[in-house]
């Protein structure tokens, strides 16, 4: 069965840190390029990062500089690092399978919950 199960999502300050953890099964993981994507209350879907098989990563401008993504082929999970966070990364964060323009999902499970406030 192909699962994707998010965690390590909380509520922090501005200018804090998490780290984001999605355990994937059932799919050849390290042959998959893999994204985070969030979504923001009443906001459409937002990518986040990428990183391809061969550990290339990319990142949208509103994150580039703060957040890293990594995978671990050998444990097959992907990471999301997020530093200097601020309170329009208040969202809910997704793992998908593909890079910023043709990500998805084949179904849809709570996500990870990213709150940032003072």
């Known amino acids: 069965q192909v699962q994707l199960v998010e965690s390590g999502g909380g509520s922090v300050q501005p200018g804090g840190s998490l780290k984001l953890s999605c355990a994937a099964s059932?799919?050849?993981?390290?042959?998959?390029?893999m994204s985070w994507v969030r979504q923001a209350p009443g906001k459409e879907f937002e990518w986040v990062a990428a990183?391809?098989?061969?550990?290339?990563?990319n990142y949208a401008d509103s994150v580039k500089g703060r957040f890293t993504i990594s995978r671990d082929n050998a444990r097959h999970t992907l990471h999301l690092q997020m530093n200097s966070l601020k309170s329009e990364d208040t969202a809910v964060y997704f793992c998908?399978?593909?890079?910023?323009?043709?990500?998805?999902?084949?179904?849809w499970g709570q996500g990870t919950q990213v709150t940032v406030s003072s």
């Open positions: 059932g799919f050849t993981f390290r042959a998959y390029t």
């Open positions: 990183v391809d098989p061969r550990d290339n990563t």
């Open positions: 998908a399978y593909g890079g910023n323009s043709n990500w998805y999902r084949h179904s």
